[in-house]
């Protein structure tokens, strides 16, 4: 008996918030009954890419210059594909176009799914596209599915029949990764003879939302402040070198490390003190629930959903109004005795462990008959 096929509309596979959490239920979904496959927007190779056709899963890119022609595209592909009766979108306002594009194609379901908290942009012409697509995905999805409470009131309003679906993590697995890896970073810079100081980690896409200039000034600051520190930045995107650059305008490069995209998150923020993360908007990211199933420290913008505290006591928020306020915070907390039990307990408890979050995405996806 072949799987049932679950088709996920997502821009790129790249190693994301929301495309992480997707990697982390299809490695752990039983994938002799039910498999993914991924539409993206573009033909280059995304991070995850190779992973997924390992495991049995398409990539079927559509691309077009704007969304009407790629919504029309998208109809035809699943018109002459009608073995696709889940299509299952993640794209936050833009699912409006291709939930209508599955209706008039008659998939049976759709889903949308919101992995954030508000779409970021303003202006008149912003704001009549986001009450017509709030509109649609309300309207045209058959299933709703949200990271957090928050983010389903901004998607899908006074909406009751929202799966709450947390972005969860292996939490087995991270403990133990956080136990063997406290030295990790140590040791990848072992042959420099500089010391690393106090270790920082931000996390994300070098786009203009994670507010790696906030970061920059961070570190201007730890800098006139005669502090011995060095940030790892990870993640690529559009910024990077314009950030670069001003890195070393500010005579930051010594201090400062651009580290890519990296498979090995979770070792890197097991063997660092803190985290930051001074962020314009976020939904729920998974960067956050890995973090704090390492034990680590991390200091985030007050814009960010409050349901990211999982009361650990390892987040801090803080405005991003003033870089010397987060410095403070860096030079005076004292390292937190790492408890494993109640790091485990917690994010079982609280909806955070991807075993059980496979199992009520399966019987979701197995009700679709």
């Known amino acids: ?19 992480t959490m997707l990697m982390n239920l299809y490695r752990q979904i039983d994938r002799d009954s039910i498999q993914f496959d991924f539409v993206t927007f573009t033909y ?7 992973e997924i056709i390992s495991m049995g899963g398409k990539i079927i890119p559509i691309v077009a210059k704007e969304p009407i022609s790629r919504m029309l595209k998208l109809t035809v592909f699943l018109k002459n594909n009608p073995e696709y009766q889940v299509v299952h979108a993640h794209m936050l306002l833009s699912n409006a176009f291709h939930l209508l594009a599955a209706k008039t194609a008659g998939v049976k379901y759709r889903i949308s ?7 970021g942009k303003a202006g008149l012409i912003n704001q009549a596209y986001e009450k017509w697509a709030l509109l649609v995905n309300r309207a045209l ?25 947390p ?49 920059l000034r961070i570190s201007k600051e730890l800098k006139n402040r005669k502090i011995n520190f060095t940030l790892f930045v990870v993640g ?15 005579n930051l490069q010594y201090n ?22 001074p962020s314009l908007y976020e939904g729920f990211p998974v960067v956050l629930v890995e973090s704090q199933s390492v034990g680590l420290n991390s200091i985030i913008s007050t814009n960010i959903s409050a349901e990211v505290d999982l009361g650990l006591g390892l987040i801090k928020f803080l405005d991003i109004d003033s870089p010397a306020k987060w410095c403070d915070y860096i030079l005076d ?37």
Do not use: W
Not at 4 to 13: C, P, Q
Not at 144 to 161: H, N, P, R, V
Not at 258 to 277: K, N, Q, T
């Open 167 to 215: 972005n969860a993590v292996d939490v087995d697995k991270m403990i133990s990764v956080a136990d063997n890896s406290r030295n990790y970073i140590n040791d990848i810079f072992s042959q420099s003879s500089k010391d690393l100081g106090i270790k920082i980690i931000q996390v994300g896409r070098l786009s203009e939302v994670k507010n790696h200039d906030f970061s």
């Open 113 to 119: 799914h919101s992995h954030n908290t508000t779409n």
């Open 256 to 277: 400062i490390q651009f580290l890519g995209v990296r498979s090995d998150i979770a070792e890197l923020m097991s063997s660092v003190d803190y985290m930051i993360m």
């Open 1 to 19: 008996m072949q799987p049932k096929r679950v088709l996920h509309i997502i821009g790129k596979m790249d190693r994301a918030g929301a495309e």
């Open 236 to 250: 690529q995107g559009p910024l990077e070198e314009q950030l670069k650059s001003k890195v070393i305008k500010e």
């Open 44 to 50: 280059d190779k995304g991070d995850y890419d190779d």
């Open 141 to 165: 999805s058959t299933q709703k599915i949200a990271c957090g409470e928050q983010a389903s009131q901004y998607l899908f309003g006074s909406a009751k029949d929202v799966l709450i679906l």
């Open 333 to 369: 907390t004292k390292e937190k005795n790492i408890n494993k039990e109640e790091i485990k307990i917690t994010l079982k408890s609280k909806g955070f462990d991807i075993e059980e979050n496979t199992k009520k995405l399966t019987e979701l996806y197995s009700n679709m008959q």
